[in-house]
């Protein structure tokens, strides 16, 4: 759903800016409380950015990979629902940022003047609409893991046809060519349902994997262990609670290793063998003529633009390298700025 230059007039864009800057100041700000200390599974707050830059990394590889949702037409993550659970909503609202901004200036993916738009319907809607959704689940739902990943299901479901219903209000407010926004809506509204099973599906597997193995790592998992029972004298008590136990680091480090080795492959190798087809927001916008007036993207001379490396001829490679090369500086920049947030809540904590 990268909305590309020329789609949205100059006055929404420049509101959407507006918007998104102030949703990502608000995140920075939530983002230290939810990165601060050693809230990550103990691992003492200075290994909590890499954590967070590794799922910004990892959307960007997913969102390579768009899969057949209906004839002629692909899907492909959006990614805040899974930024949401795994590292808190607004530190998934910054890891879709991070995402967008690497894919436009980079990869000439989703328009500059966009990018609030973008940030707006892409981050913030997804974060709020799929966290809210996510939280209401589990608090009715019985505690557990099943539950966490079924909630962590049916808010990424949700979250995608949002999205897209957001994107079709500011199409009727400031869209640049006269169509009936009906017909949009219906449209961007019934192939983005479609995507959301596979963002769900996505979401959910990726969550799940994650509770597997270290459940302290999730987010939206906090506060759910279930308190051991024992009988006494026919009925049942709470058990006393343990002595807390470390988790050591080398595990944690573990996970991030895979993670990043499971992002390079996916975006180096396994992209290759995406759809091709145009993802939901194209092949709407060609049925209902929407684009009639999209202008090139600013970046679009960029040695890396369409997730290629115009250096290299063959496909295969080019897109390869290209991926890894994402993958790269999407952690790299990812892990900068949730390092750069997180030591500034340590400077800001009170002295004891």
């Not at 707050?45 to 004839?71: D, I, K, S, Y």
């Not at 597997?212 to 006393?240: C, F, Q, S, W």
Request: proline share 4%; aromatic share 6%.
């Amino acid at each position: 759903m990268h909305v590309p230059d020329g789609f949205i007039d100059a006055p929404v864009s420049v509101a959407a800016g507006v918007v998104a800057a102030g949703a990502v100041a608000v995140s920075l700000r939530g983002a230290r409380n939810e990165l601060g200390g050693a809230r990550l599974g103990d691992l003492g707050g200075e290994r909590t950015a890499p954590l967070a830059g590794l799922v910004a990394a990892f959307v960007f590889a997913v969102q390579m990979l768009n899969f057949p949702v209906a004839a002629g037409t692909s899907g492909h993550l959006l990614g805040g629902a899974l930024a949401a659970i795994l590292v808190g909503p607004y530190t998934g609202v910054l890891c879709v940022s991070v995402v967008l901004l690497m894919q436009g200036i980079l990869f000439a993916d989703g328009g500059l003047t966009a990018l609030g738009v973008n940030i707006t319907t892409m981050g913030v809607v997804t974060v709020v609409v799929s966290y809210a959704v996510f939280k209401l689940l589990v608090k009715v739902l019985p505690k557990g893991r099943r539950s966490v990943t079924a909630a962590a299901f049916v808010g990424a479901l949700v979250s995608v046809p949002a999205s897209a219903a957001f994107f079709t209000l500011l199409y009727a407010i400031g869209g640049t060519t006269d169509v009936p926004i009906g017909k949009v809506l219906t449209a961007m509204v019934g192939v983005h349902v479609l995507i959301g099973i596979g963002e769900a599906a996505i979401t959910a597997a990726t969550v799940g994997a994650v509770l597997a193995v270290r459940p302290d790592l999730v987010h939206g998992a906090r506060g759910l262990t279930t308190r051991l029972k024992l009988r006494v004298g026919g009925e049942l008590v709470d058990a006393p609670a343990a002595a807390p136990v470390a988790v050591a680091a080398r595990p944690a480090r573990k996970v991030w290793a895979a993670g990043l080795v499971t992002s390079l492959v996916l975006a180096g190798f396994v992209s290759y063998y995406a759809s091709a087809s145009p993802d939901g927001l194209e092949k709407v916008a060609a049925d209902q003529g929407i684009d009639r007036k999209v202008e090139e993207h600013a970046a679009a001379d960029s040695p890396l633009a369409d997730y290629g490396v115009k250096a290299v001829s063959d496909a295969r490679l080019s897109g390869g390298l290209a991926g890894v090369i994402g993958v790269g500086a999407t952690v790299a920049f990812g892990t900068g700025v949730f390092w750069v947030v997180r030591r500034r809540r340590t400077a800001e904590a009170p002295a004891v």
